[in-house]
């Protein structure tokens, strides 16, 4: 553990800095919410992203990992390990901005804006890295298998919420397509004749129960009916469920898959239908949240007016910031900008994420971001010491409670 201490001369430049980055961060988070954009089409949003940063002296380079929308800015001569502020931007389809992903990016940007002109760029190593596509792909998950937090040594990404919080949790997520093929007849007059694949899907449902029982603490296994029949006087021969399957770690999630494997064989089993298990898209890894990033974090927070809370009442979900987690010390802090019934997705929290509370709040916690990045920075030895902590980190989420 660390003591963060935070030079009085960086606080004032960064202080000073501060307004001008202030300014840029509210227009981004106002423009980003006035034209929102959902995954993978954020066209918009990263090129004025990366238009903004490139004003301020950052090298951009678009459309790394293979994704149009995602973008690796960089500022500084430094050889030491960079400060990451990752940027999400996508919208949610209908609702606009409902998990407030435009205030994401504007609290990285005035963080690094305010960071980098604070510092002198033979001492400063400040990445922005723009992550398309949270609400669907996962976009993080390609752009680290393609190296884009290479040299990262520390990684913010802040999430407005209905409550602040230092460290947030989410579990590993596996979702799966399961098709049951059967066989068609009539009904009525010949279902002998038939092999029912809606009976299949409705036991893997019903293996649910029992199965939930026994899986280990914190899973779940959710699913709903996408394809169940064309009539109800013909047997079905072909029905899809869609299920997620989540679990505390990485081991625990493939328990729960191997156990659900066996749901469905047995569903096959006892009607006949052949099932087929298709994973979508990529795993997502829970999220461990680097105590250390936390500590600083909680500082620097309380320094720009943050209130924190640390009653025990976060839902889990799952993110695709689990993925970055497991290979770099990184920190998920939460920022209320809605009252704590007003719940992401919601009509409510996209009209919360345009307001002026909202700015006002996503304003302190960049500000921390960048004190906190100052600090990283300017501290001889941390980023082994921050190393050295993710590797204790990474074991203990493997311990059983
Ligand atoms: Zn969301
Ligand atoms: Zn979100």
Do not use: W
Request: net charge positive.
């Amino acid at each position: 553990m660390i003591s963060p201490s935070l030079p009085a001369g960086l606080i004032a430049k960064i202080d000073s800095a501060f307004p001008a980055a202030a300014r840029e961060a509210r227009e981004l988070a106002l423009f980003l919410h006035r034209n929102p954009e959902i995954s993978l089409q954020e066209f918009k949003s990263a090129e004025r992203i990366g238009q903004i940063l490139s004003a301020a002296g950052f090298r951009v380079r678009p459309g790394i990992g293979g994704l149009k929308t995602a973008f690796r800015a960089e500022y500084g001569r430094s050889k030491k390990p960079a400060v990451a502020f990752l940027a999400e931007y996508d919208a949610l389809p209908g609702l606009g901005h409902a998990c407030g992903h435009n205030l994401i990016a504007g609290a990285s940007v005035g963080a690094a804006l305010a960071l980098a002109a604070a510092l002198p760029p033979e001492n400063a190593n400040i990445v922005v890295l723009g992550t398309p596509a949270e609400e669907t792909l996962g976009g993080k998950i390609p752009l680290l298998a393609a190296r884009a937090f290479a040299g990262v040594g520390a990684a913010f990404l802040a999430h407005p919420s209905n409550q602040t919080r230092v460290h947030s949790r989410s579990l590993a997520l596996v979702s799966l397509e399961i098709t049951f093929l059967g066989k068609s007849s009539h009904a009525a007059a010949a279902p002998e004749k038939g092999i029912n694949a809606l009976d299949a899907l409705i036991q893997v449902f019903n293996s649910l129960g029992p199965l939930r029982a026994k899986l280990p603490f914190g899973s779940r296994a959710d699913g709903i009916i996408r394809e169940g029949g064309r009539a109800p006087n013909i047997i079905p021969d072909r029905t899809v469920g869609a299920f997620f399957l989540r679990a505390r770690n990485l081991p625990l999630l493939e328990a729960v898959r191997r156990d659900f494997g066996r749901c469905v064989r047995a569903a096959e089993i006892s009607t006949g239908a052949r099932g087929r298990i298709l994973q979508q898209g990529f795993v997502y890894a829970p999220f461990l949240s680097h105590p250390s990033l936390g500590e600083i974090f909680e500082k620097t927070g309380t320094m720009t007016g943050l209130k924190f809370t640390s009653a025990e009442t976060q839902g889990l979900g799952s993110s695709d910031i689990g993925n970055v987690s497991q290979a770099l010390p990184c920190l998920h802090p939460t920022y209320a900008i809605a009252s704590p019934e007003t719940v992401e997705h919601s009509r409510e929290f996209a009209r919360a994420a345009g307001e002026e509370k909202a700015l006002r709040e996503m304003l302190k916690v960049a500000r921390a971001m960048a004190y906190s990045g100052g600090f990283i920075l300017s501290r001889p030895g941390l980023f082994q010491l921050l190393q050295k902590e993710q590797k204790l980190l990474i074991k203990k989420s493997l311990l059983p409670l």
